[in-house]
């Protein structure tokens, strides 16, 4: 049976249920984060992937939407260890904190609301297809400004934007959609971070062009640095760029490290998954699994000795 933490307490999913009038149902006044556990069968080990780095954001999206979350990072990464260990999946999850203005009220504003948190953990493979690579287009949706929803904090709202991006893609015959500012700059995927390969240097969009400033994105930016000496330009990025780039690929918590091979019908360099890309995605899959130790400080296993499923009891407790 799954569970979620719904109105300070442990419950299963079922019974997680907010009433039809709730403000941030019908406003989208609500902050989120999505949180990867990855599944390391050799070690029978779920691998929570920067959970602090995930809440300290979720704090700063709460400021931006005057939302009030009543618990330290520190409290959130327990909970989440507690949450995952009680559903005991055997795969590849998904972790999906929300902060929302829980009052049943008519009326747009952000002030004088109620606020809750709740999560809740789902079985979650690959979102796009990080083996073969996928097929993108620029889309006709501009990404939002800025001054109209601050696009560095994950709020609900902002993502009409982007579902509207991916379904155009969709209905199109691609798999993704690459989002453009208002000035016509590169921005993002509609749920991801680009990066170009050009030479042996990677390039990104940077903060200015209203990206999220993703928890993947800089764990590629450090990995291509510290283990293959690749650096990374942040800089504006043209449309035209996007056509003549060695290699391009998409990164995100739901996407990981996922190679472009596509974009408006042309080939991104050899049409296949390129060297640098290959490589990263090797370096970042065994980070996040768990097997490369070098980087510990990042990922959290979520049970012990004793309640690992599978498991018999008894056995020291182990964090890493």
């Known amino acids: 049976m799954p569970y979620a ?3 300070k307490q442990i419950v299963p999913l079922s019974q997680a249920k907010i009433g039809v009038v ?12 999505g949180i990867r556990g990855n599944w390391n069968a050799e070690e029978r080990q779920i691998y929570l992937f920067r959970v602090k780095d995930h809440y300290e954001r979720l704090h700063r999206s709460c400021r931006v939407l005057k939302l009030n979350l009543p618990h330290t990072i520190e ?6 260890v507690e949450l995952v260990e009680r559903n005991g999946y055997q795969e590849d999850i998904y972790i999906r904190p929300l902060v929302y203005k829980s009052s049943e009220a008519i009326g747009v504003r952000l002030h004088d ?3 809750d948190f709740l999560m809740f953990v789902i079985p979650f493979g690959n979102y796009l297809d990080v083996e073969r690579g996928i097929s993108c287009c620029t889309s006709s949706w501009r990404r939002i400004d800025d001054n109209m929803i601050p ?20 209905e199109n015959g691609f798999d993704e959609a690459i989002m453009l500012t208002h000035d016509g700059h590169v921005s993002e995927g509609s749920g991801e971070n680009i990066f ?9 969009p940077p903060a200015c062009d ?10 590629v930016i450090k990995l291509a640095a510290k283990e293959m000496g690749i650096e990374t330009e942040e800089r504006h990025i043209d449309r035209s760029e996007l056509y003549i780039a060695d290699e391009c690929f998409l990164t995100g918590t739901a996407a990981h490290v996922t190679p472009v091979t596509g974009i408006d019908r042309r080939q991104v360099g050899s049409g296949q998954i390129g060297e640098i890309t290959g490589q990263l995605q090797k370096l970042y899959f065994d980070v996040v699994r768990g097997k490369n130790r070098k980087y510990r400080e990042w990922y959290t296993p979520a049970y012990t000795v004793a309640s690992r499923p599978g498991a018999t009891t008894g056995g020291k407790e182990h964090r890493g």
């Open 75 to 80: 409290e959130l990464e327990r909970l989440t």
């Open 113 to 115: 609301l109620e606020d």
């Open 22 to 33: 709730t403000h941030a149902l019908h406003y989208g006044t609500a902050c989120f984060e």
């Open 196 to 204: 170009l390969v050009m030479g042996r240097k990677l390039v990104t």
């Open 210 to 219: 209203n990206i999220l400033l993703g928890i993947t994105r800089d764990t």
């Open 151 to 170: 696009a560095r904090a994950k709020i609900t709202g902002l993502y009409v934007n982007s579902a509207l991006a991916k379904t155009e893609a969709v």
């Open 5 to 7: 933490f719904f109105h």
